[in-house]
T-cell receptor, first 113, second 113 residues
Framework: TQLLEQSPQFLSIQEGENLTVYCNSS?????LQWYRQEPGEGPVLLVTVVTGGEVKKLKRLTFQFGDARKDSSLHITAAQPGDTGLYLC?????????????FGKGTKLSVIP | EPEVTQTPSHQVTQMGQEVILRCVPI?????FYWYRQILGQKVEFLVSFYNNEISEKSEIFDDQFSVERPDGSNFTLKIRSTKLEDSAMYFC???????????FGNGTRLTVT
């Protein structure tokens, strides 16, 4: 069974601070995705990383996939109150015959004005 | 932008009753999924569906569960005899092609009393 551990589980920071969220596994994934989920809604895809060592930027968000494709990080620069939400990482196992996603439990981020 | 729609948004049912959760995937998508999220826990894969048949299912997806795509647009999840532990958010997702991003609906909250 593949597991993804996210840390920290909860994070409360002041507006303007930087933060990093981690997603770790002992398994190798074909790709890793980061989602944001608002209360009462489904996960919304932020980014997909595929290649080991890959770095992708989305405005103030920087995503990195580990060289071994087992871990990933999300770094937010100068956090804004609008960044508040639940951030989920999900690993894709395309070798299973379908595009199954294994989700982490998420990091609940609060950015205080 | 096209989106995955799910109905109802909230379903309350008594233990032992049958429920059908409905999803309308994005129209040109070919792969379909059901995931569930028990309150406070991670999003879990249930089943994937392609070319009118199940391609993969998890241990959760036992004989009480079934999926159908009856008319080429709707994608349904049926739970034959609900149990208390089936209470969860159920998310439908669709995918245009293999390895393309999954698009999630906003979920159906199922409450079994």
């Amino acid at each position: 069974t593949q597991l993804l551990e996210q840390s920290p589980q909860f994070l409360s920071i002041q507006e303007g601070e930087n933060l990093t969220v981690y997603c770790n596994s002992s398994s190798v994934f074909s790709s890793l995705q980061w989602y944001r989920q608002e209360p009462g809604e489904g996960p919304v895809l932020l980014v997909t990383v595929v290649t080991g060592g890959e770095v992708k930027k989305l405005k103030r968000l920087t995503f990195q996939f580990g060289d071994a494709r087992k871990d990933s990080s999300l770094h937010i620069t100068a956090a804004q109150p609008g960044d508040t939400g639940l951030y989920l990482c999900a690993g894709a196992d395309s070798g299973a015959g379908s595009y199954q996603l294994t989700f982490g439990k998420g990091t609940k981020l609060s950015v205080i004005p | 932008e096209p989106e995955v729609t799910q109905t109802p948004s909230h379903q309350v049912t008594q233990m032992g009753q049958e429920v059908i959760l409905r999803c309308v995937p994005i129209s040109n998508h070919l792969y379909f999924y059901w995931y569930r999220q028990i309150l406070g826990q991670k999003v879990e894969f249930l089943v994937s569906f392609y070319n009118n048949e199940i391609s993969e299912k998890s241990e959760i997806f036992d004989d009480q569960f079934s999926v159908e795509r009856p008319d080429g647009s709707n994608f349904t999840l049926k739970i034959r005899s609900t149990k208390l532990e089936d209470s969860a958010m159920y998310f439908c997702a669709s995918q245009r092609s293999y390895n393309s991003p999954l698009h999630f609906g906003n979920g159906t909250r199922l409450t079994v009393t």
